[in-house]
C-alpha cells in the first residue's frame, strides 16, 4: 500500500474529501487530470483572470476556498496525472508527463463528477455547435467568450446562468430555445412545495430570467424539430415553437440538456448501478458514506446522482468520514458527530432536486432521436441504424457495438452510451436497467505505450507492497 | 469563433503554429480555446465520412477536438495547454502509422 486514501478528481467532492480525510489522519493522495485544483465548476479558479472572477462572482470564487483548504491540509495533490486504470484490488494506474506509475490504497473515493448530456438532432456534428457548458469552461480557463451571435437551445438552470454570463462578457445572445415540453410544468408543481423550503436556489432562477427578459432576448418556449444549419459550419438554427418555423443565425449554437454522472470509472469497475427514472441517466449505486457494491470503492459528488457542487462539497466530506470509519480511525459516535452536519447540509441541497428534474427533463426526441441523426459522433452512426440492429436480433449496446461499431471510436462511448441504450430499451420494449451499458475497459483513455516502459519492474513492487 | 475578454493581460502572450500559420494566444491557455480564438473552425476531417469536427465539449469528454501536436496524434486539444513554439497539425482522416523509432 503506498497511502490509506488515493482520491481522483478536485471537483468539489474531490476537494472536501481530500481535506476531511486530512484532517482525520488519513495518509491521502488527490490525483487529478488539469493542470489546477477547482473540476469543471471551479475550474481554473486558483488563478482565474481578475475579471473573469468578477464577472462569475461569489459562487465561482468559493472553489478557491476549497482549493485554499485543501493546500492547507497537507494533502499530496498531483495534477496532470491521468488516472487510466483501476483494478479490482484498488491500484490505481495513472499517466503523468508521459510517465504511466501505479498507487494503491485500501480506500478509494472517485469524484470524477458530471458531464453534459448529448443533445443529438441534426447538424449537432457541425463546427461551432458546442455544449452549453463548454463556453464556460472557455471562459474560466482562458477569459474566451464567442464572438459571433450565439444561439442557446435546450433545457435548465445551466443554459440560463450561461446565457446571462455571456450576455455579462458583452456576447451577443441571437436567442433561447427553450426544448422542455408543457407537460413539465404540471409534473415539477408538485415538487414545488419542498422547493420552496431551500428557496435560495429558485430566487437564482427567476434572478436569471428577469436579467434576460430585461435584455430583451429572442426567447421561445417547448420547442421541437431543431436543427442546425450549415454547411460547413453552424449558421443557425431552426425549430418549431407556438405552431410557428423558425429561424435564428448564428455562428455558435450552444446546446444543453442537463448534467449527468460520468460512469466510466464505475462502470470500469463492474459496480451495480441503477437506472434513474428522473435524471435519464445511470447512478452508481452507494451508501451514506459513498461505498459502493466493491469495499473500498467510494464515490462522491455528482458522479453518483446529479445535486451540484455544493452537494457534492458535502458528500465528498461524507465519504472521507466513511473511509476514516473504515480504517477504524473513527469509532461509530464519532462518525455519526462528523456526519450529522455534512447530513444536514446535503439534506437541504437536495430538496430543489426533483422539482428542477422534473421541470427540465429532457424531450423524447432527444433521449429517443429521429432515425437519420447520429448518435454516435466518432464512428457516425445514425439512431436508424441502432433501431435497424435491434430489429436483427441485437439485444444490448454491446452487442449494437460489433456489428456498427457504435461506441468504439476514440470517445469510448461517453457520449453515445445513454442515448443507445434508450434507443434499444424502447425499441426492444424493454427497461434501460435491462438493456444496460457499454463494457468499459482500460485504458479509460488511450495512452501512449512508450508511457508503459515505466511501469516495468514497478508493477510487482508497488501492488505487493 | 472566439475572442478573449482580457482587459489587463496578467498571461504573457505567446506563439505557435498551425499548418506552417502562427498564431498568437495567452499562457494558460488550453490549446482548443487557443485555436478556436485563432479563428480555426475546424479542428480535423473525420476518418468515417471526412466531414469536419470541431469541439462539442472543452471538458475531455467529447474527443472531436483531437489535434496532432509536435508529432504527436491524436492529442485531446482541450485538455492540453498552448506553449510557445508549439508545432500544431490539424489531422485529416484516420491516424497515420506510426514510423518505427
Known amino acids: ?465 | 469563433m472566439f475572442r478573449t475578454i482580457i482587459t489587463a493581460s496578467t498571461r504573457p502572450a505567446i506563439e505557435l503554429r498551425v499548418d506552417g500559420r502562427t498564431i498568437e494566444a495567452h499562457e494558460g491557455d488550453t490549446l482548443a480555446v487557443a485555436l478556436l480564438s485563432a479563428g480555426v473552425t475546424a479542428f480535423r476531417h473525420t476518418p468515417v465520412s471526412g466531414e469536419p469536427r470541431a469541439p462539442l465539449c472543452l471538458m475531455g469528454v467529447c474527443f472531436d477536438c483531437l489535434v496532432e501536436v509536435d508529432g504527436r496524434q491524436n492529442v485531446q486539444s482541450c485538455m492540453v495547454e498552448a506553449q510557445s513554439g508549439m508545432q500544431v497539425r490539424l489531422p485529416t482522416g484516420a491516424r497515420r502509422a506510426e514510423e518505427s523509432a
Open chain 1, 1 to 465: 500500500m503506498t497511502h490509506d486514501l488515493i482520491v481522483i478528481g478536485a471537483g468539489p467532492a474531490g476537494m472536501a474529501a481530500a481535506f476531511t480525510a486530512a484532517s482525520l489522519g488519513l495518509k491521502t493522495v488527490l490525483l487529478d487530470e488539469q493542470p489546477g485544483a477547482g473540476g469543471q465548476i471551479y475550474q481554473n479558479v486558483t488563478r482565474a483572470d481578475a475579471n473573469v472572477a468578477a464577472l462569475l462572482g461569489p459562487d465561482y470564487m468559493h472553489g478557491r476556498t476549497l482549493a485554499d483548504q485543501m493546500m492547507r491540509s497537507g494533502v499530496e495533490v498531483r495534477h496532470g496525472a491521468l488516472v487510466w486504470d483501476v483494478a479490482r484490488d484498488l491500484t490505481v494506474t495513472a499517466l503523468q508527463d508521459n510517465r504511466s506509475f501505479q498507487l494503491r490504497s485500501p480506500q478509494l473515493i472517485a469524484a470524477t463528477g458530471a458531464m453534459e448530456r448529448a443533445s443529438p438532432l441534426p447538424g449537432w456534428t457541425l463546427p461551432g455547435v458546442l455544449n452549453a457548458g463548454a463556453t464556460q469552461i472557455a471562459l474560466k480557463r482562458a477569459a474566451a467568450v464567442p464572438s459571433v451571435p450565439v444561439v442557446l437551445a435546450g433545457a435548465g438552470p445551466l443554459l440560463l446562468l450561461v446565457a446571462c454570463q455571456l450576455l455579462d462578457a458583452g456576447v451577443v445572445v441571437a436567442g433561447i430555445v427553450e426544448t422542455s415540453p408543457s407537460a413539465n410544468r404540471a409534473a415539477a408543481l408538485r415538487h414545488l412545495p419542498a422547493a420552496l423550503t431551500a428557496p435560495e436556489y429558485l430566487l437564482k432562477g427567476l434572478r436569471m430570467i428577469r436579467r434576460l427578459r430585461s435584455a430583451r432576448i429572442p426567447w421561445f418556449k417547448q420547442a421541437t424539430n431543431l436543427a442546425v444549419e450549415g454547411k460547413t459550419q453552424a449558421e443557425a438554427l431552426r425549430f418549431s415553437s407556438g405552431g410557428r418555423l423558425h429561424r435564428i443565425e448564428a455562428g455558435v449554437v450552444l446546446l444543453h440538456h442537463g448534467v449527468v454522472p460520468n460512469t466510466q470509472l464505475s462502470r470500469l469497475l463492474r459496480v451495480e448501478h441503477d437506472w434513474d427514472d428522473a435524471q435519464l441517466a445511470w447512478s452508481p449505486r452507494v451508501d451514506t458514506w459513498g461505498q459502493t457494491s466493491l469495499t473500498g470503492f467510494r464515490i462522491a459528488g455528482d458522479g453518483t446522482s446529479i445535486a451540484g457542487a455544493l452537494a457534492a462539497e458535502a458528500s465528498g466530506a461524507l465519504a472521507a468520514v466513511g473511509a476514516a470509519h473504515a480504517m477504524q480511525r473513527l469509532s461509530d459516535d464519532e462518525r455519526h458527530q462528523r456526519a450529522a452536519p455534512l447530513m444536514r447540509a446535503l439534506a437541504r441541497q437536495l430538496r430543489i432536486r426533483p422539482f428542477l428534474d422534473a421541470l427540465y427533463r429532457p424531450p423524447e426526441w432527444i433521449n429517443v432521436p429521429a432515425d437519420a441523426t447520429v448518435v454516435c459522433r466518432c464512428e457516425e452512426v445514425t439512431a436508424g441504424r441502432v433501431r435497424e440492429m435491434a430489429r436483427l436480433g441485437c439485444q444490448g449496446p454491446n452487442q449494437t457495438k460489433f456489428f456498427s461499431r457504435c461506441g468504439m471510436g476514440p470517445c469510448q462511448g461517453r457520449i453515445c452510451g445513454l442515448g443507445v441504450t434508450q434507443i434499444l430499451a424502447r425499441e426492444l420494449g424493454k427497461s434501460p436497467a435491462d438493456v444496460g451499458a457499454y463494457r468499459i475497459r482500460a485504458p479509460l483513455k488511450p495512452v501512449p505505450m512508450s508511457s508503459l516502459a515505466s511501469l516495468a519492474g514497478k508493477v510487482h513492487e508497488n501492488t505487493m507492497t
